[in-house]
């Protein structure tokens, strides 16, 4: 069983260590929980088919594992494929929080007029970096001028008018848009033909299932009690954080953070380094279990100095109340 979410390698190398600590009797790994809250705190990566919306998947994966609530972390148009990762339950709180994450596609687009190889690949190049889009007629949003980012684009394959492209790209870029802007900026006109997500956030095609993979698992589990199927395919939503900055607290502070404190200094045992004023920053137990999403109010460095006073503000709390003892209940006044 893999139980490492937070970083281990070179781990004083990540993290600034604030308060040695040890993992005690509270808590339980993430891959180590009961089925069924492995099941309501975790998610799944679905390949989704060319065919449905992505709404639609997210409500086949809540009907087959028979729960209330899933969500999915990035829209796919129902022609295309790809990578869909779709949160459970308790995971459906971070869905805000892992929408931005950047996203690679590989498309084919389709020329209107011929055009050399090398011209197409100068002008999709010129395309890398900050971009001017308007969403087509087609999209769900407001159709107001924005700014996204491509941070990398490469012909893969040219055949005639047809160029097989890999674009990666921050989230909420129109890959359809792109593929019509640069038919226009050759001069030759073009479409987007075919769309798949092949990675969105760390999740990549290599993480995928189908919908089928997960119902046949799931029918393992309910009518011969099989697990391993469905563990391997469904992921404890910790996973979802990797791309979150990361402070480690003490099984003490837990449950404050719980029913909603804000953490505070004498709360930390290990302090991602590269946290900055203002960032987005998961707290993590010592036994790698999400407690909440918080906002960094200062820098790893100054945190790490600090003996007292509020590091980070408590934006949205995953862990229920009560999993760690009410320690804070004992004491006079909060940690300050």
């Not at 148009?77 to 990762?85: A, K, N, Q, S």
């Not at 590989?106 to 971009?131: C, T, Y």
């Amino acid at each position: 069983m893999k139980e490492k979410i937070i970083p281990n390698k070179n781990f004083e190398e990540v993290f600034f260590i604030k308060e040695e600590g040890v993992a005690g009797e509270n808590g339980t790994y993430p891959y180590s929980r009961p089925i069924r809250d492995y099941i309501t705190k975790g998610m799944v990566c679905i390949d989704k088919p060319m065919g449905p919306s992505s709404h639609e998947v997210v409500v086949w994966v809540r009907k087959i594992l028979e729960v209330e609530k899933t969500g999915h972390t990035g829209t796919l148009d129902p022609r295309v494929t790809g990578v869909l990762p779709v949160m459970i339950e308790h995971g459906t709180k971070l869905v805000k929080y892992l929408q931005e994450s950047d996203k690679e596609y590989i498309a084919l687009m389709h020329l209107h007029g011929n055009a050399r190889q090398e011209d197409v690949e100068r002008v999709m190049k010129s395309f890398v970096g900050r971009i001017y889009q308007r969403p087509p007629l087609k999209s769900a949003v407001k159709k107001r001028l924005r700014t996204r980012e491509v941070k990398e684009i490469e012909i893969l394959e040219m055949d005639g008018r047809d160029v097989l492209f890999r674009v990666v790209c921050e989230a909420g870029t129109y890959i359809r848009k792109l593929c019509i802007d640069i038919g226009e900026v050759l001069g030759v006109g073009a479409h987007m033909q075919e769309l798949r997500r092949t990675k969105t956030g760390t999740f990549d095609e290599t993480r995928t299932h189908t919908l089928h993979d997960l119902l046949d698992a799931y029918l393992l589990w309910k009518e011969d009690g099989e697990e391993r199927y469905l563990r391997e395919i469904i992921m404890p939503m910790e996973e979802a954080c990797r791309v979150m900055k990361k402070i480690v607290i003490k099984d003490t502070a837990v449950d404050a953070i719980c029913h909603g404190a804000d953490l505070t200094a004498r709360g930390i045992h290990y302090v991602e380094k590269s946290i900055r004023e203002g960032d987005g920053v998961a707290l993590f137990t010592l036994k790698n279990e999400l407690v909440a999403v918080a906002r960094a109010l200062t820098d790893a460095e100054s945190i790490v100095d600090m003996k007292k006073g509020v590091v980070a503000k408590t934006l949205r709390v995953l862990m229920e109340r009560g999993t760690y003892p009410p320690y804070w209940k004992g004491r006079a006044g909060n940690e300050d």
